[in-house]
């Protein structure tokens, strides 16, 4: 099998690498806008052209020379809220348009899957919890590009198409990327520095190991379609904060607990998008614990 990873950079597109790179029977292949002293990529950008957005798309998959044992896992993604508000047109370009020339484009070759992610922020955080059945009505641009890109893939019922849509993912903090939730109070705690945390949003957060863990099953049942992956643990900022003080023994004094107002943002968030993971588990899948992997982050 080989997994075409767009994006290879990102933090999801990072930890896919590391926990494929040892099976013997996958080969990676690495597209994104930077190459790499690690290993050899295919450069590719998204551009805010919409011809030449095709025609770069067209000339990428006609170099990865695709065949039935390929695997596409889309990481591309705009997903800065605050800066998807204010740019709106390289949001609609990254989150939206380039998923759809990419699938209008590929549907026309031989491959095995395309796995897109999507995201939480689909859903207006009024009626959790959400399951693949839920409505979507996203609050804010970043959401309203990401929904617009899973009806358009989704659209053709074609089987070899998945849209996951993860949680609030945490997990190692990546040399050179953004803090995660729970690498972000860790690093507070080990610091010593205070750290203000919201007590009014609220998800479930998951683990981006057991994101990949559910891919790779995902895959090897021919699953198609969408579902919704996250965690069973349920959290606001501040209680994450808490449970993290807590497993550690450490920094509990630290922690300060405030409402988001706090924060000025450009975009609204929603502020309960917790899931019903149920079908996730039907499959057999099933996450872990905070308690469980802390100590491995």
Not at 70 to 95: M, P
Not at 112 to 128: C, E, F
Not at 142 to 167: H, Q
Request: charged share 25%.
């Amino acid at each position: 099998m080989r997994i075409i990873l767009l994006g290879y950079n990102s933090f999801v597109g990072i930890e896919i690498s590391k926990y494929f790179i040892s099976l013997k029977n996958v080969k990676l292949i690495y597209v994104g806008r930077k190459k790499s002293s690690l290993h050899k990529t295919v450069k590719f950008e998204v551009v805010n052209d919409q011809e030449k957005l095709k025609k770069n798309i067209s000339k990428l998959l006609i170099d990865l020379n695709l065949d039935s044992d390929c695997v596409l896992i889309n990481c591309i993604s705009l997903s800065n809220v605050d800066k998807c508000e204010t740019n709106k047109e390289d949001c609609k370009f990254q989150n939206s348009l380039f998923v759809n020339y990419l699938y209008s484009n590929l549907k026309n070759h031989n491959f095995k899957k395309l796995i897109h992610l999507s995201t939480n922020a689909v859903y207006d955080g009024n009626n959790a919890p959400y399951n693949e059945n839920s409505a979507c009505k996203p609050v804010n641009y970043y959401g309203k590009t990401k929904l617009e890109a899973d009806e358009f893939l989704l659209s053709f019922n074609d089987e070899r198409v998945m849209v996951v849509r993860p949680i609030t993912l945490y997990g190692k903090l990546v040399k050179g990327g953004r803090h995660n939730p729970v690498s972000l109070i860790i690093n507070s705690i080990q610091k010593k520095q205070r750290i203000k945390l919201v007590n009014d949003v609220t998800v479930n957060i998951l683990y981006v190991v057991d994101l990949i863990r559910a891919i790779e099953k995902l895959i090897l049942i021919d699953f198609y379609g969408l579902i919704n992956i996250s965690g069973d643990e349920i959290f606001s900022r501040f209680s994450l904060g808490i449970k993290v003080a807590e497993i550690l023994n450490n920094g509990l004094k630290l922690i300060e607990e405030v409402s988001s107002s706090e924060f000025k943002t450009v975009a609204r968030r929603p502020l309960d998008t917790t899931f019903d993971n149920t079908l996730m588990k039907e499959i057999g899948l099933y996450p872990r614990t905070l308690e469980q992997v802390i100590n491995i982050l």
